[in-house]
């Protein structure tokens, strides 16, 4: 299996940085060598140029009253946090409603993203005529960038002249008027629709690559055994896709909870700030609004959130793994 | 906010080409308008030093952007000491947040394009310099120009933006659709009594007569014309304290939500679907900014018209902006720089009116009341609203604080979600936290 294998291989040099119990210890100090830490500068120095010191002063930022271009900073401690708990200030509610309408994002479009895609997999794993053709349609959409499927999507879904709408009234449904864009449930319909569109080749790409890992000897047995078709995609493949569903699930969360061009893009954030996700809301108060210390604890709390999340989601999958 | 201008832009960017060719048709009249103008506008600007760069940054992305490059060619080939290079990108997001931290960061532009209501906000931060010694150099005075214009350039005493044009909210009619309503296309419903008479007799026909935009292009911009009508304002007389829901901000907000009740609009109107709707012959009034000329007249076979906007409530009124000259603070300015960006910024203001004829009414008296400007189809329409449009207040972040909180109001009240009087006591109430803070931030105003 292709992520176990990486770990294996990953973890035999064993440097003692690492903190892996290695052999003796006059044999650990005498094996230093700097090769590893070489390799890894590069790396390590845009990690902390563009990760490590940015997040440290995101957090100062978080602590004033930021506006960069004027001559004082104010420092106003936890305030930015604090009135983002405290219902009635200014930011505080839109603030959650963001919050909310990334979740309900979330909610929506990880499922749809984890189960489409496996099936699409699965069936691209057959052999058939014009598999290649079939397999670089569907990772197509995923190349493109935002605006453009944004763009593309805004006509098809337009309520007054879009593609769907125009269709949907030749057939006699809906009177040819349903609201894609400017009502719930519609707006989210068409945003996780059009993502799911969008994203659904690169994980179908990955669960591709994890289906031919596993072992044909596996399933030549089963049938032996006389497993049917069913059994053998739960007793083999489920299994055998574990590491691979840990990381689609968890960069598929993180994606979602980041999504920030199909709102901005198709509906703007409508019906009254609806859809406007937290990025979404969180670049408006930064950078529009100039304030970017309320902006910076607004990102503290989502990082906060994605790292729950993502935690919940490691110690969710490796424990079944080890069962 | 960005993607609404977008929209109106991408929309625009359509009508590039035609509007280029109106251009082209315009250049001889307006030669001697500018000759004249030249010495109104107390034109003795000159540039004697050595040659300079200047970089004019805006954010003429659509129809106007290749016209004021055309301006700007013009400008270079008849100066040999000064070279300006144009760059434009998306007013916003792109220019109101580049234009800052290029500033900051000490690589600021020497000229720029900002809207009216944006100069407050740009000079609190720092972005711009007060121009007063620029404007007494040109000579530049008062009386040259639309007062309404020339006053809205202030900020805190001090003269921030130098006023090329105005683009005001007009109204827009589709004379086929009103024909086929039974209506006289040639005579635009200008009153109240006018409007609804005609609404109800296209509703006769079957006919949504009057679109309703519940987004901010142009749902925001119809909802201040009629507050401003109704004897409303948006702020309190020093801007601390927002007043959308008086009672002239509840009638202006239940006329616009009648419209859609009584079925004169549908419901759920998307992004530009009303300026589609008026395009295809489903709708036949929009209320909409100048720059749908180009729009408009770029459609094939489209029967339209644009008159001032009617009056609906107590007075006449109508929404407007105003691109402004400004120049961007430098830490070490050139003085060269600066004396070159004086004639460049006289002389396109004293051209303007091949920039009027992109689809502007231009700030400067004597183009605007010279015949070559008299004779545009479209443009002299919107002139005539001069002496009652409103502009957004200037006080900084308030711009924000319109197009991100009180418009939200009139969102939720045109998508039937909220009864407009409460629709905009919720918007009031989150505007003056607000602005509670940015006085704080900018030190009262």
Known sequence: MAAQGIEQTGAQPTPPAAGYPSGGKA????????????????????????????????????????????????????????????????????FWQSMEATGIFTLFSVPFLVIIPLLVALILNQSFRGRNFFRAMYFAPYVLGVAVVGVLWQYILNPGFGLINYYLGALGIGEGAVPWTTALPWAWISLVGMTVWWTLG?????????????????????????????QRFVNITIPGLRPVFLFVITVTILASANMFGQSYLVTDGAPANETRTAIMYIAEEGLENFRMGSAAAMSYILALFLALISILNFRFLNQKEED | MGRRLTRREFLLAGAGAGAGLMVLGGCGASRDQAAAARTAAGGGARYTGPKVNLAFWNGFTGGDGPIMLELVNQFNSEHENIQVDMVTMMWAPDFYQKAPAAVAAGQGPNVAIMHVDRLGLNAARGVIIP???????????????????????????????????????????????????????????????????????????????????????????????????????????????????????????????DLVKRGYSPKNVAQDGDVIALQNGQNAFNWNGIWMINVFGAVPELEWGVAPLPQIGTEKAAWAN??????????????????????????????????????????????????????????????????????????PGVTEINENILYTAVNEAVLLNEEPRAALDTAVERANKLLQQNQQKYGGY
């Open chain 1, 27 to 94: 044999e650990s100090t005498g094996s230093f060598s700097w090769t590893p830490y070489v390799f890894l500068a590069p790396y390590l120095l845009l990690f902390t140029v563009f990760i490590v010191v940015p997040a440290i002063f995101g957090l100062w930022i978080s602590l004033h009253n930021w506006d960069y271009l004027l001559p004082e900073q104010p420092w106003v401690g936890l305030q930015n946090y604090v009135n983002l708990f405290t219902p009635g200030s200014p930011t505080a509610g839109f």
């Open chain 1, 202 to 230: 690169f994980n179908a790409i990955i669960y591709l690559a994890g289906l031919q890992d596993i072992n044909q000897e596996l399933y030549e047995a089963a049938k032996v055994d006389g497993a049917n078709r069913w």
């Open chain 2, 131 to 257: 121009l007063d010694g620029v404007v007494e150099a040109l000579g530049l005075q008062e009386s040259s120009f639309a007062s309404t214009i020339w006053d809205a350039g202030v900020y805190e005493g001090k003269r921030y933006g130098i006023p090329l044009d105005t683009h005001p909210l007009g109204f827009y009619y589709n004379k086929a659709v009103m024909e086929e309503g039974g209506l006289d296309p040639n005579r635009p419903p200008q009153t109240r009594d006018e409007y609804m008479e005609a609404l109800e007799e296209l509703k006769g026909k079957d006919i949504q007569g009057s679109w309703v935009p519940p987004s901010l292009f142009t749902g925001w911009h119809m909802f201040t014309s009629l507050l401003w009508q109704f004897g409303g304002d948006l702020y309190n007389e020093d801007v601390t304290r927002a007043t959308v829901n008086s009672d002239a901000g509840v009638e202006a907000m239940s006329w616009m939500v």
């Open chain 2, 322 to 395: 105003s691109h402004n000259f400004v120049i961007p603070n430098q830490p070490n300015p050139d003085p060269n720089k600066l004396r070159a960006a004086k004639v460049f910024i006289a002389w396109v203001i004293e051209s303007s009116q091949k920039w009027a004829e992109g689809g502007q009414v231009p700030a400067l008296n004597e183009v605007r009341e010279g015949q070559a400007f008299e004779d545009l189809e479209w443009q002299p329409e919107f002139a005539k609203e001069l002496p009652y449009v409103h502009f957004g207040p200037s006080a």
